[in-house]
């Protein structure tokens, strides 16, 4: 079992910048390939961006290329998701998910993790 605990969410006026974390525990953290996905109301819980085991390849979203970077520190069991230049599309309850994976190949589909967590609130006003 693995559990994701995600934090950082909150309100930030458009253009502003938030940091999520995501603190993972239960098994060996840096065998596991880590995603962000997001969800507004009304709407389908979609792919923002994915990390491989080791940090080396990312993947994103279109809707925020060159706007989020993910990162992880797998000494602390913690993924990241710095958030720029926020625009009010971007509100949503954003989570954290994970799988095992050893390799470079990043899921971007939902039912392709196995471990989701609570999810943090983002609220972007413009």
């Known amino acids: 079992q693995v559990q994701l605990v995600e934090s950082g969410g909150g309100l930030v006026q458009a253009g502003g910048s938030l940091r999520l974390s995501c603190a993972a525990s239960?098994?060996?953290?840096?065998?596991?390939?880590m995603g962000w996905f997001r969800q507004a109301p009304g709407k389908e819980r979609e792919f923002v961006a994915a990390?491989?085991?080791?940090?080396?390849?990312?993947s994103y979203a279109d809707s925020v290329k060159d706007r989020f970077t993910i990162s992880r520190d797998n000494a602390k069991n913690t993924v990241y998701l710095q958030m720029n230049s926020l625009k009010p599309e971007d509100t949503a309850v954003y989570y954290c998910?994970?799988?095992?994976?050893?390799?470079?190949?990043?899921?971007?589909?939902?039912?392709?993790?196995?471990?989701w967590g609570q999810g943090t609130q983002v609220t972007v006003s413009s």
């Open positions: 239960g098994r060996t953290f840096s065998s596991y390939v």
């Open positions: 990390i491989s085991w080791n940090g080396g390849v990312t």
């Open positions: 998910a994970t799988k095992y994976s050893s390799g470079s190949y990043l899921p971007r589909l939902r039912y392709q993790y196995n471990y």
